[in-house]
């Protein structure tokens, strides 16, 4: 059986274009660098039924540079209330794609921070945070 080098050459190119084709990484060399929170700091009184949004937003060294941190892979995080001492101030209470609102809870004073945390996508055990801090009347 002769073979042709052709033949051969546009097996070898097919394969190539669909190995390269079902494993191009989008976010493959975009490390996560910092995360913003926003807002920065807030008064539960100044918020409809004193509930409050807060977004997560990430600085990646690749283009989009600022986008939501979505905590899904390759970046998985989450974004938490840090109750200090224990105490119940704020419950969550709806989370999104980079979101988190949370709702002080009746009664309690005091102030919370709503942690944002995710992977920097570097092949590292990095993980990037970021604050927010919500006063409950």
Known sequence: MQVRPAAVLGVVLLGLALVSCSSVNPNSGRVLTAISVSPENADASQFPNGQVTFTATGQFSLPPLSAPVTFKSPYAGSFIVDNPGGQTIA??????????TVQCASGVTGTVNLIASASANNGTQIVVTGQGTLSCP
């Open 91 to 100: 419950n969550i209470v709806s989370t999104g794609t980079g979101t988190i």
